[in-house]
């Protein structure tokens, strides 16, 4: 990394990286986004209204405080509602930033580079929203320490029988890795923009960025040592890709409930995530190329390629429906068949087709190659599996609470106006802090940029 020469190399186009860019004005782009770019209406608009949102979302978590849990429209049978289903959404979300850029960068795929940076911010702020929802769900969540292992002289232990205390472990290691992956790769380009900074007289920006820089001085030894830290926590964040939502997905399938009670949940999770964490890559990446015109950086290819891993992804999980619904009337069960009798002509059967049309049918429209490399249908489309994706996560956790084993305790949940609010808040509050990280942050790795350049450069001539 950080290659020179007498010459210095100039872009040739390899469909990742457009030509005619060098190392200076690879530079010159991302950091001016940081640095020199004025602030203009459409990110101003975007950013007053998501802030706006996200005081309302933290104005429902103070009153939820106040009041409890019961604002919501949580009730027996239906004891899990929008807050759990919110958190194996947002969680799932967050899949696809650590996939992009752990397990692309073992595998030396270079269509990886121009997006795996703003992937990854997706995969901490989307993390970090998941991880709310749990503890807002206790009833007393200002106790929530009391799912962590600590020493305490009340000998007040956590029960380890209970998945959310594996869900504190998964995700608290599924956070700390990713942050440290993030930050391990923003070093250089923290020490490009400290430089930069100074440069141009910004005293704050300089100090705030050479703080953050770590001392880097892009020394044959810094590259050294962070090319070995970085391929080293590339390795341990591969296999969290896999192993949390395999934990999120035991929450559910260690209980006897119909519906919850299978095998197939883990991978199905797990290919679940990465669907609609792909789907989240494209609805960040299209407007970010389009705002800050990063059209040369995240080209048609990376949403191609995107676009190819719904597809696959959308594959898997259309084999875990039928999987499930195969399951439930091979084994003779006739809760589980009525489960799935259920899902398709009760209460919430609007759901259950609506969730089919948008995460098997529509995605199938990205085997013809011009819908993949249309921009508006991409994103639209993404959108589409998003909304579709938040739906199945509501079917799983309340189609199969409402109706059981006994038609006595049957039950239907409606959300409440606070339901609503806590979900459109905390997507505020995820496009809020994106809006932070593209003005504040590089989006797109500068030293990875220049390295892209200098290969692309050897690679043609």
């Known amino acids: 990394m950080n290659p020179t020469s007498e010459q210095p190399p100039v872009s040739k186009d390899i469909g990742v990286l457009r030509a005619g860019w060098g190392y200076a004005s690879v530079s010159d782009k991302i950091a001016d986004i940081v640095l020199k770019r004025p602030v203009r209406w459409p990110w ?36 899990w509602g929008f807050a759990i289903g919110n958190f194996v959404w947002w969680i799932g979300i967050g899949h696809a930033g650590t996939f992009i850029s752990a397990f692309l960068l073992l595998l030396r ?28 769900h206790l009833g007393r969540p200002w106790f929530f320490y009391w799912l962590i292992p600590y020493p305490d002289v009340m000998n007040v232990w956590p029960q380890w ?27 250089p380009d923290l020490g490009t923009l400290r430089d930069r900074a100074m440069a141009s007289g910004s005293r704050f920006k300089q100090i705030a960025y050479g703080l953050l820089a770590l001392g880097w001085r892009g ?82 290819k990376h949403l191609a390629n995107g676009a190819k891993m719904i597809l696959a992804t959308c594959l898997i999980v259309a084999y875990g429906y039928a ?68 739906m199945e996560r509501f079917l799983i956790v309340v189609s199969s609470l409402h109706r059981d084993f006994m038609p006595s305790a049957w039950g239907m949940f409606y959300p409440t106006i606070w339901d609503w609010i806590t979900l459109f808040g905390s997507i505020a509050f995820f496009v809020w802090l994106f809006l932070l990280f593209v003005r504040f942050l590089p989006a797109i790795s500068i030293a990875e940029m220049r390295e892209l350049v200098h290969e692309s450069a050897e690679k043609k001539s």
């Open 109 to 136: 795929q270079k269509w990886r580079t121009s997006i795996n940076r703003f992937a990854e911010a997706m995969t901490l702020f989307a993390a970090s929203i998941a991880g709310l929802f749990p503890i807002l």
């Open 44 to 79: 101003m608009t975007a950013f007053l209204f998501t802030f706006a949102g996200t005081l309302v979302f933290f104005g429902a978590i103070a009153y939820l405080f106040a009041v409890g849990v019961g604002i919501w429209g949580v009730d027996i049978p239906v004891a």
């Open 219 to 300: 020394e044959a030894r810094h590259w050294s040592r962070f090319e070995s830290a970085y391929l080293l926590l590339a390795g341990l964040a591969t296999p969290l890709v896999i192993s949390v939502h395999s934990v999120v997905s035991l929450d559910f399938a260690i209980g006897n409930t119909p519906g919850y009670h299978s095998t197939i949940f883990p991978p199905y999770f797990v290919a679940g995530a990465l669907f609609s964490g792909f789907a989240m890559v494209l609805t960040l990446a299209i407007p970010l190329r389009y705002f800050f015109g990063l059209e040369d950086f995240i080209t048609q």
């Open 323 to 390: 999987s499930e619904i195969f399951t439930a009337f091979y084994s003779g069960d006739e809760f589980e068949e009525y489960m799935t009798l259920n899902r398709w002509t009760g209460p919430y059967a609007p759901v259950y087709w609506s969730m089919l049309v948008c995460n098997v049918v529509l995605p199938q429209i990205l085997w013809f190659r011009r819908v993949r490399h249309s921009v508006l249908t991409l994103f639209i489309l993404s959108l589409v599996i998003n909304l579709g994706m938040w």
């Open 161 to 187: 029988r209970s998945p959310l205390v594996w869900d504190i472990f998964a995700i608290s290691t599924y956070l700390i890795v990713s942050l440290l992956f993030w930050y391990v790769g923003l070093i």
